[in-house]
Structures are given as C-alpha cells and as structure tokens.
C-alpha cells in the first residue's frame, strides 16, 4: 500500500469482519489492512489538514484518509458511487432570498441545532481577499454580512465550487449533505447536544452504532491515526454519518428541499439524507 509523503496526511484503513493493529512506518504514516469493494460511498467534512474523508465499501470495507485539498480526494475516488460533502454547493450570485434548501434545513432541525446551517455566501464572495472585503461583497450582492463562521469555511467553499464548475463528471457525483439532517433522518429526532461537547459526541456515536456497528472501532483508529488538532472527533463523526448516508440510502436519498432548486451556474442547490433507515431506540 502506498503511504503518505507526509506524516500528517495519513490513511487508516480496516475490514469489519477482522480489524488489523495499526502499523506506523518509517514515514510516520498509520495504515490498517484494507478491505475494499467495488461500490463504494464516501463522505467528506473540512478539518484543520484540508478534507477527512471515509470510505465505506459494500464487502463492509471501510478506509478514512485526510486530503489536503478536494482535487486531491476526487481523483482518489472519482469513481465511488457518491461522495457526500459537508460543504454549501451551489451559490446565489445576488439577491436576498437564501438558498432554500438552508431555510427548510433550519425549519427541519429546530431549536437550538437550527445555528448550525450558516447562510451560504454569494459567489463572487467567495473569491475575496479578507474577511471585510467577503462581507462587503456579500452585503452588495445579498443584504447580508458574512458571519466569521462562514468565513472560515469559504476557502472549501471556493474548492468545490471551482471543482464542480470545472467537471462535469464530479458533478453527478458529489452531492452536499448537512451532518445534523442525516443524525436528524437516523435518529428521528434532531440531536439534543452540541457535538463540540462530550454528551453531544457520544449522542451522535450512539446513533451511528445502531446503523453502523463498526462505528467505535473506526474511531479508535481514526483518533490514533491524527492528531486532534488535525482531526477532531465531530469530523470523523460527520464524514462518517455522510459515508452512511450514501451507502443506505444508495440510489433513493432524498433532496431538501424535494424540487432542488439550480444556480446560475446549473449546479443544485439541495441537501440529501436518507429518510429509510431511522432507529430510534439507540
């Protein structure tokens, strides 16, 4: 297997029905023996490193990496039946009504989960140089300043944006999901915590469990591989519930809002979950 160049990009990767210990090599990068399948899901959330992503095969293979950009992490998987990302994809280019599948999401999640869908930003605000600038063009082209939590993600936004802009191919691909619809569509219940709490990480991990057995040792390994500066916990958690969506809700996930609407650019303006797989004693 082909290891990371460097030590804090490392890949961790595992079957389900035999887990292998962890291997460090000379490089300082962490592997696990691999399972694999030909159908395969993935999901993806932002981290301090770029992108970390997971990986679940249909032969019950599972394989979680880090990628330094989103370039970088479709031509590994440009051929996975879908990739589900925590990132807004696509963006009003002016005007004051927002994305709807934000408004729906918020409605969906409720108090005090609602927080957690930011405003998307207008394109051309992606591509400024500092965050007065980004709020500027934002309030030009929408009525509204930036948040620093918008901020702070607009980079990834830009990344995909440019990605899907640029390949057709991608496109029919990668599709945006929000963390807390896909625990809410599990669950039957948006989630009580905040996940930067305790409570809140072991709610979620709970809910995993009970659709993805796996879970807890997917962690273990995932929290022994990276740094929790590199990594945290809520975005394992996250690229996981992403991962899991896909791979059950397969070819029937369903759209937020149900008539996605297009940007500009032709790209959809939607968010997906699969609303087939609830359990709700966890």
Same mark, same amino acid.
């Given at each position: 297997?082909?290891?990371?160049?460097?030590?804090s990009l490392r890949k961790v990767t595992a079957t389900?029905?035999?887990?292998?210990?962890?291997?460090?090599?000379? +490089?300082?990068?962490?592997?696990?023996?691999? !399972?694999? !399948?030909?159908?395969?899901?993935?999901?993806? *959330?932002?981290?301090?490193?770029?992108?970390?992503?997971?990986?679940?095969?249909? *032969?019950?293979?599972?394989?979680?990496?880090?990628?330094? *950009?989103?370039?970088s992490l479709w031509r590994k998987y440009s051929s996975?039946?879908?990739?589900?990302?925590?990132?807004?994809?696509?963006?009003?280019?002016?005007?004051?009504?927002?994305?709807?599948?934000?408004?729906?999401?918020?409605?969906?999640?409720?108090?005090?989960?609602?927080?957690?869908?930011?405003?998307?930003?207008?394109?051309?605000?992606?591509?400024?140089?500092?965050?007065?600038?980004?709020?500027?063009? +934002?309030?030009?082209?929408?009525?509204?300043?930036?948040?620093?939590?918008?901020?702070?993600?607009?980079?990834?936004?830009?990344?995909?944006?440019?990605?899907?802009?640029?390949?057709?191919?991608?496109?029919?691909?990668?599709?945006?999901? $929000?963390?807390?619809?896909?625990?809410?569509?599990?669950?039957? $219940?948006?989630?009580?915590?905040?996940?930067?709490?305790?409570?809140?990480?072991?709610?979620r991990t709970r809910v995993l469990q009970s659709i993805?057995?796996?879970?807890?040792?997917?962690?273990?390994?995932?929290?022994?591989?990276?740094?929790?500066?590199?990594?945290?916990?809520?975005?394992?958690?996250?690229?996981?519930?992403?991962?899991?969506?896909?791979?059950?809700?397969?070819?029937?996930?369903?759209?937020?809002?149900?008539?996605?609407?297009?940007?500009?650019?032709?790209?959809?303006?939607?968010?997906?979950? *699969?609303?087939?797989?609830?359990?709700?004693?966890?």
């Amino acid at each position: 297997m082909r290891k990371a160049k460097h030590p804090s990009l490392r890949k961790v990767t595992a079957t389900l029905e035999r887990e292998a210990p962890l291997v460090e090599g000379d +490089n300082g990068a962490a592997t696990i023996v691999v !399972g694999g !399948g030909r159908m395969r899901y993935v999901g993806a *959330d932002g981290c301090k490193l770029g992108w970390f992503a997971v990986m679940l095969a249909a *032969d019950g293979g599972w394989e979680a990496e880090v990628f330094p *950009d989103v370039s970088s992490l479709w031509r590994k998987y440009s051929s996975a039946s879908v990739i589900l990302i925590d990132i807004p994809i696509g963006l009003r280019e002016r005007g004051h009504e927002e994305r709807k599948c934000d408004r729906k999401a918020r409605e969906l999640l409720g108090p005090p989960r609602a927080s957690s869908v930011f405003p998307a930003p207008s394109r051309s605000a992606i591509h400024a140089r500092s965050y007065r600038e980004a709020g500027d063009i +934002n309030e030009r082209m929408t009525g509204r300043r930036l948040s620093l939590q918008t901020w702070s993600i607009i980079p990834k936004i830009r990344e995909v944006d440019e990605l899907l802009l640029s390949d057709k191919a991608a496109r029919l691909r990668v599709r945006e999901i $929000h963390p807390e619809i896909c625990f809410r569509a599990f669950a039957g $219940h948006s989630m009580k915590h905040s996940k930067k709490r305790a409570e809140g990480r072991l709610e979620r991990t709970r809910v995993l469990q009970s659709i993805y057995p796996a879970t807890p040792g997917m962690l273990e390994h995932a929290r022994s591989a990276y740094r929790r500066k590199e990594v945290a916990t809520d975005d394992i958690l996250d690229a996981l519930v992403a991962a899991a969506t896909g791979m059950l809700g397969g070819q029937r996930l369903v759209s937020i809002p149900e008539a996605p609407e297009f940007d500009s650019r032709g790209l959809r303006m939607e968010m997906v979950y *699969d609303p087939y797989h609830t359990v709700r004693d966890y």
